[in-house]
């Protein structure tokens, strides 16, 4: 089935740096979701990618679409204390399930 | 809309017994999923009704576990007998329109610990 790879799976910034996070597909996606989950919470929806190499920004987050449609990667601009998360970016399949896997857990230093 | 509605909140059980998740999905989503998460695995796939129809069980772990969706605004998740193993916080979320083309929107979760 498909599956989407996330990396890294952990990463610790000190406050003000840059993060990435990538996903990685074996097929082309229809659409990229991503999400994030603060500690002890449940994940919340942030955006949804469509189309081939589209860029969508919130604030200091950045997200990209690959052109072929296979990867897809979240950009923090200089992290803060609430940027303290998992994200995900769960792939879906054909029937409609919805994968999330590990995600990439981000612990930053005040 | 108060969001998806899941309990109990926590649950505290010993070996061998019964237990049962509940979910209230948003009013008007059409799908229904059931999640387990833990730190070796991460956030795992169980089930997911469509129009209270289970259309994907291949994530459930064993035949200890069982799902329902008597109709659009209720669902359980059955753990019969449960195991240490099973401890876990589980998630319940309800989407629009299949996953992927709709956000997902979870529940607080259960967090389930057995003795």
């Known amino acids: 089935g498909q599956q989407v790879m996330q990396i890294p799976q952990y990463q610790h910034v000190q406050e003000g740096e840059d993060f990435t996070t990538y996903c990685n597909s074996s097929t082309t996606l229809s659409n990229i979701q991503w999400y994030k989950q603060r500690p002890g919470g449940h994940p919340v929806f942030l955006i949804q990618?469509?189309?081939?190499?589209e860029v969508k920004k919130q604030k200091r987050l950045t997200f990209q679409f690959g052109e072929a449609k296979k990867n897809s990667s979240l950009h923090i601009t200089a992290t803060q204390t609430t940027d303290v998360g998992t994200y995900f970016c769960?792939?879906?399949?054909?029937?409609?399930?919805?994968?999330f896997g590990q995600g990439t857990t981000l612990q930053v230093k005040p | 809309d108060a969001g998806v509605i899941q309990s109990p909140r926590h649950e505290v059980t010993e070996m061998g017994q019964e237990v049962t998740l509940r979910c209230k999905p948003i009013s008007g989503h059409d799908y229904l999923f059931w999640y387990r998460q833990t730190m070796m695995r991460g956030l795992e796939l169980l089930i997911y009704?469509?129009?209270?129809?289970?259309?994907?069980d291949s994530g459930m772990p064993e035949d200890r576990f069982s799902a329902k969706m008597p109709n659009a605004s209720f669902s359980t998740l059955k753990i019969q007998p449960s195991e240490p193993r099973d401890s876990a916080v589980y998630f319940c979320?309800?989407?629009?329109?299949?996953?992927?083309?709709?956000?997902?929107?979870f529940g607080n979760g259960t967090r389930l610990t057995v003795t």
């Open positions: 979320a309800s989407s629009l329109y299949r996953g992927g083309n709709s956000p997902l929107h």
């Open positions: 009704f469509n129009n209270n129809v289970p259309i994907d």
């Open positions: 769960p792939g879906s399949s054909n029937t409609g399930k919805l994968i």
């Open positions: 990618l469509v189309k081939s190499g």
